[in-house]
């Protein structure tokens, strides 16, 4: 797979998974902004914050979709089924370690143990983030089962 | 313990007015608000109603209309003797100052109306009521009881404990959380305590709402006390912004900030009431719901906003009349929701008791299929004063009057079915005529000075003689010497006050003066009020019908004296924080109907404004030569 391939497919994907992440909270499946959670490590402005969750979410979706490629080169195996499997395997690393380290390394989200204050104020998201809401791990995975299905297909056109 | 069982123990209020049921009186309701929604606090510091995000969603708090089925969330002294409340000066921040056998504390209550751009720039909460409790000598022994029930009461919610983030529960698309430095315990679907505060402790409370996760979550800290500073500084300078030197000037401010209260600042519209259901006739079912934008007020909002140099405001409720309508235009309905929506169908809430056994509750509003010829007339007039004074209509904005102008034109003659919005059909109203009469006026009056371009002035001035024609011969009635309701009627209502105030007659002339003796004989209560009209079915007079009249007298009708001592008469049927509702009961003088009303405050306003003008021998806005000085701006937004 080039580089230009790679730069696409990753693109592409990034925006599918993040087209659904919005649509369920468009459609009140969750609570979560996934670009506002992100953003908000970087600013406290709200409106600057979802503009820059949103670029570094693309950034970071472009630098996932370098480890799905290599694990597809090192498996010799680039299908849709693949890329949703690790798509699975990706959305439960988020939802299991990322999602109940983040008070821990968001510079603004309060916690359980502690509570908010002057300079930590968000809510932060729980197990699975189900504080975002009880349908929140559905959304997130079926997200990123779709970013790998999209991945995986087109590194199999590709190559 | 619900608000039934509670007041058969206190009696905590100065009013008396607290029935065996435990139904607070509506005038000892107060009204907190962030620009987008507002609650009820009784006296006894309960909150009653709330409803969020916006002014008509379904309510997490309605004890206002249920005392056992509805939420409410309560903090008040256990056995309080004495009860007193007031606004932080000029600001909508309420104190409730309780005092009991052992100590004073003080409750301050707070919807955090922080400007969008704060909101925008910062890590603030969507929407966040701040409560805050401060014992001053003493201790005081405080009982807290938060219990919110989704959906107008329908559904039971579950509260849950999130470490020290605080109580979390879900209803509908958001998510709530209760903050405090005290504990809570959870039960019931709720959250309780007690605590006895002794001299300088302070106990803080944050409840929140956020459709969008991560929420914001407020620290208990000293910083929440920066908060309510910041947000009573923000109120205070919006309302001493204020361009009035009068001899009311309390009161004016306090109506402006009510209406200010009662604005969805995202859209710019007004609703006429943040509640509904409240009757007026207690126990009978005349309840509406007020939760709406009601075009008839624009008229007498813009002038208000204007002569108060409230211009961001005023700018933005035209914009949003003039864009939100876009969808019926030409024809215009005659309310709207905060978004320019058809309201939505009525219907009852069955489970609900109702205010004192007021049934049934109603949510959504019939009259939104009604006909009211009057409304194109209002706007019309409101764009004008707006236009008269520095504001710029755009070529967008005059099609839109052209368009209505014309539409006025083709269906002036039709009956409709008023202002008063019976539901018993359609009559050929006077007070519809004469608005339609405004409509042609202010039209004409427009092009005459250049600021609208292409509107077929011969037609409008053709119709404008035909409409003022027929008001003079139809709508008088030789036999009573007075103008009657309807075409060739004998009946008389208030808004007949208005001819004058529309520059349609002199207040002075002898039709006016005899319109008035009739008004007053037919109309008026033995306390020098005003019911809007004649009726089998009770309520009460109607307040802004009684600063009509004093603003008729200021305006000639009367003189000088006679128009202050009617508003110094109306000031005493205000509650203690200068709060109206829609009607007055002439027996007791308590608030009926819809609490606070926004037509009221705009009719307070206007009365004041016209006095001040008559003592300073200063033509009414809407009737003054053009200005051409550029407006100033109010600067403080939310």
């Given at each position: 797979?080039?580089?230009?391939?790679?730069?696409?497919?990753?693109?592409?994907?990034?925006?599918?998974?993040?087209?659904?992440?919005?649509?369920?909270?468009?459609?009140?499946?969750?609570?979560?902004?996934?670009?506002?959670?992100?953003g908000?490590?970087?600013?406290?402005?709200?409106?600057?914050?979802?503009?820059?969750?949103?670029?570094?979410?693309?950034?970071?979706?472009?630098?996932?979709?370098?480890?799905?490629?290599?694990?597809?080169?090192?498996?010799?195996?680039?299908?849709?089924w693949?890329?949703?499997?690790?798509?699975?395997?990706?959305?439960?690393?988020?939802?299991?370690?990322?999602?109940?380290?983040?008070?821990?390394?968001?510079?603004?989200?309060?916690?359980?143990?502690?509570?908010?204050?002057?300079?930590?104020?968000?809510?932060?998201?729980?197990?699975?983030?189900?504080?975002?809401?009880?349908?929140?791990?559905?959304?997130?995975?079926?997200?990123?089962?779709?970013?790998?299905?999209?991945?995986?297909?087109?590194?199999?056109?590709a190559? | 313990?619900?608000?039934?069982?509670?007041?058969?123990e206190?009696d905590?209020?100065?009013?008396?007015?607290t029935?065996?049921?435990?139904?607070?009186?509506?005038?000892?309701?107060?009204?907190?608000?962030?620009?987008?929604?507002?609650?009820l606090?009784?006296?006894?510091?309960?909150?009653?109603?709330?409803?969020?995000p916006?002014?008509?969603?379904?309510?997490?708090?309605?004890?206002?209309?249920?005392?056992?089925?509805?939420?409410?969330?309560?903090?008040?002294?256990?056995?309080?003797?004495?009860?007193?409340?007031n606004?932080?000066?000029?600001?909508?921040?309420?104190?409730?100052?309780?005092?009991?056998?052992?100590?004073?504390?003080?409750?301050?209550?707070?919807?955090?109306?922080?400007?969008?751009?704060?909101?925008?720039?910062g890590?603030?909460?969507?929407?966040?009521?701040?409560?805050?409790?401060?014992?001053?000598?003493?201790?005081?022994?405080?009982?807290?009881?938060?219990?919110?029930?989704?959906?107008?009461?329908?559904?039971?919610?579950?509260?849950?404990?999130?470490?020290?983030?605080?109580?979390?529960?879900?209803?509908?698309?958001?998510?709530?959380?209760?903050?405090?430095?005290?504990?809570?315990?959870?039960?019931?679907?709720?959250?309780?305590?007690?605590?006895?505060?002794?001299?300088?402790?302070?106990?803080?409370f944050?409840?929140?709402?956020?459709?969008?996760?991560?929420?914001?979550?407020?620290?208990?800290?000293?910083?929440?006390?920066?908060?309510?500073?910041?947000?009573?500084?923000?109120?205070?300078?919006?309302?001493?912004?204020?361009?009035?030197?009068?001899?009311?000037?309390?009161?004016?401010?306090?109506?402006?900030?009510a209406?200010?209260?009662?604005?969805?600042?995202?859209?710019?519209?007004?609703?006429?009431?943040?509640?509904?259901?409240?009757?007026?006739?207690?126990?009978?079912?005349?309840?509406?719901?007020?939760?709406?934008?009601?075009?008839?007020?624009?008229s007498?909002?813009?002038?208000?906003?204007?002569?108060?140099?409230?211009?961001?405001?005023?700018?933005?409720f035209?914009?949003?009349?003039?864009?939100?309508?876009?969808?019926?235009?030409?024809?215009?309905?005659?309310?709207?929701?905060?978004?320019?929506?058809?309201?939505?169908?009525?219907?009852?809430l069955?489970?609900?008791?109702?205010?004192?056994?007021?049934?049934?509750?109603?949510?959504?509003?019939?009259?939104?299929?009604?006909?009211?010829?009057?409304?194109?007339g209002?706007?019309?007039?409101?764009?004008?004063?707006?236009?008269?004074?520095?504001?710029?209509?755009?070529?967008?904005?005059?099609?839109?009057?052209?368009?209505?102008g014309?539409?006025?034109?083709?269906?002036?003659?039709?009956?409709?079915?008023?202002?008063?919005?019976?539901?018993?059909?359609?009559?050929?109203?006077?007070?519809?005529r004469?608005?339609?009469?405004?409509?042609?006026?202010?039209?004409?009056?427009?092009?005459?000075?250049?600021?609208?371009?292409?509107?077929?002035?011969?037609?409008?001035?053709?119709?404008?003689?035909?409409?003022?024609?027929?008001?003079?011969?139809?709508?008088?009635?030789?036999?009573?010497?007075?103008?009657?309701?309807?075409?060739?009627?004998?009946?008389?209502?208030?808004?007949?006050?208005?001819?004058?105030?529309?520059?349609?007659?002199?207040?002075?002339?002898?039709?006016?003066?005899?319109?008035?003796?009739?008004?007053?004989?037919?109309?008026?209560?033995?306390?020098?009020?005003?019911?809007?009209?004649r009726?089998?079915?009770?309520?009460?007079?109607?307040?802004?019908?009684?600063?009509?009249?004093?603003?008729?007298?200021?305006?000639?009708?009367?003189?000088?004296?006679?128009?202050?001592?009617?508003?110094?008469?109306?000031m005493?049927?205000?509650?203690?924080l200068?709060?109206?509702?829609?009607?007055?009961?002439?027996?007791?003088?308590?608030?009926?109907?819809?609490?606070?009303?926004?037509?009221?405050?705009?009719?307070l306003?206007?009365?004041?404004?016209?006095?001040?003008?008559?003592?300073?021998?200063?033509q009414?806005l809407?009737?003054?030569?053009?200005?051409?000085?550029?407006?100033?701006?109010?600067?403080v937004?939310?």
């Amino acid at each position: 797979m080039n580089w230009t391939s790679w730069l696409l497919s990753g693109f592409v994907a990034t925006l599918a998974l993040s087209t659904l992440l919005a649509t369920s909270h468009g459609l009140g499946l969750t609570r979560m902004n996934l670009p506002y959670l992100i953003g908000t490590f970087v600013t406290p402005e709200r409106e600057k914050a979802r503009v820059y969750g949103f670029m570094i979410h693309l950034v970071n979706g472009w630098a996932f979709s370098i480890l799905y490629a290599l694990i597809f080169e090192a498996r010799h195996i680039a299908n849709w089924w693949f890329g949703a499997l690790l798509g699975l395997a990706h959305a439960l690393f988020v939802l299991t370690v990322v999602m109940s380290l983040m008070p821990g390394i968001h510079p603004r989200m309060a916690s359980e143990q502690h509570g908010p204050n002057a300079n930590r104020q968000l809510e932060p998201p729980g197990f699975m983030a189900l504080h975002y809401g009880i349908q929140t791990p559905v959304s997130v995975v079926l997200s990123h089962v779709v970013f790998g299905v999209i991945l995986g297909s087109l590194y199999q056109l590709a190559t | 313990m619900s608000p039934s069982e509670r007041s058969a123990e206190i009696d905590p209020r100065n009013s008396g007015e607290t029935d065996r049921r435990g139904w607070p009186a509506i005038q000892d309701y107060a009204i907190i608000g962030d620009c987008r929604s507002a609650a009820l606090v009784s006296r006894d510091g309960s909150i009653d109603w709330l409803c969020w995000p916006r002014f008509d969603s379904a309510a997490i708090f309605s004890a206002l209309l249920d005392r056992e089925r509805g939420g409410y969330w309560r903090i008040s002294p256990v056995a309080p003797k004495t009860i007193t409340r007031n606004y932080v000066k000029d600001s909508n921040v309420l104190e409730t100052h309780f005092a009991g056998r052992s100590g004073k504390a003080v409750l301050t209550d707070v919807m955090a109306s922080a400007p969008y751009t704060s909101r925008r720039l910062g890590l603030l909460p969507d929407h966040d009521i701040i409560r805050r409790v401060i014992c001053i000598a003493g201790d005081v022994e405080f009982e807290i009881e938060f219990v919110p029930r989704g959906d107008y009461g329908r559904i039971g919610v579950s509260v849950r404990e999130i470490g020290k983030l605080g109580l979390r529960f879900v209803m509908g698309k958001g998510a709530y959380w209760l903050r405090s430095n005290m504990p809570l315990t959870v039960s019931g679907g709720g959250a309780r305590g007690r605590v006895v505060l002794r001299a300088n402790e302070t106990l803080r409370f944050s409840l929140s709402y956020s459709e969008e996760a991560p929420a914001v979550l407020s620290p208990l800290d000293a910083s929440l006390d920066a908060r309510i500073g910041h947000v009573t500084a923000a109120w205070q300078q919006w309302g001493r912004h204020a361009n009035y030197d009068g001899a009311y000037r309390d009161s004016v401010i306090r109506s402006a900030l009510a209406l200010k209260l009662l604005t969805y600042a995202p859209s710019g519209a007004i609703v006429a009431a943040p509640t509904t259901s409240l009757p007026e006739d207690v126990g009978a079912n005349l309840n509406w719901d007020y939760r709406y934008c009601w075009l008839r007020d624009a008229s007498f909002t813009i002038r208000a906003l204007l002569e108060l140099d409230y211009w961001d405001e005023a700018e933005d409720f035209l914009d949003w009349m003039l864009q939100a309508t876009r969808l019926t235009q030409p024809k215009l309905r005659i309310l709207y929701t905060i978004y320019g929506e058809k309201a939505p169908a009525e219907r009852e809430l069955e489970h609900l008791s109702g205010y004192r056994e007021s049934r049934p509750v109603r949510i959504g509003n019939a009259a939104r299929d009604q006909l009211q010829l009057d409304v194109h007339g209002e706007v019309i007039d409101a764009a004008a004063q707006f236009a008269f004074h520095g504001g710029n209509l755009d070529r967008d904005m005059q099609q839109i009057l052209i368009g209505f102008g014309n539409y006025v034109v083709k269906n002036w003659d039709q009956p409709d079915e008023g202002i008063w919005e019976p539901r018993s059909g359609r009559e050929n109203h006077t007070h519809s005529r004469l608005l339609c009469w405004t409509a042609m006026d202010r039209l004409v009056r427009l092009s005459e000075r250049g600021l609208l371009r292409g509107a077929p002035v011969d037609v409008y001035k053709q119709q404008s003689d035909l409409i003022r024609r027929q008001i003079e011969t139809r709508a008088w009635n030789e036999r009573l010497q007075s103008y009657v309701s309807v075409l060739d009627g004998d009946e008389l209502d208030s808004s007949l006050l208005l001819l004058s105030w529309y520059g349609f007659e002199q207040a002075s002339s002898a039709r006016m003066r005899g319109t008035y003796r009739n008004l007053r004989q037919y109309l008026g209560t033995p306390d020098g009020l005003l019911y809007r009209y004649r009726k089998e079915k009770r309520e009460g007079a109607f307040a802004i019908c009684c600063f009509w009249e004093a603003e008729y007298l200021a305006l000639g009708g009367g003189s000088l004296d006679e128009a202050q001592q009617v508003f110094a008469r109306l000031m005493k049927y205000a509650n203690e924080l200068g709060l109206y509702g829609e009607e007055i009961d002439p027996n007791s003088g308590a608030a009926l109907g819809n609490f606070p009303q926004a037509f009221t405050h705009v009719g307070l306003i206007g009365a004041a404004l016209s006095i001040r003008e008559r003592e300073k021998g200063e033509q009414q806005l809407a009737h003054r030569p053009p200005t051409a000085t550029p407006h100033s701006s109010s600067e403080v937004r939310s």
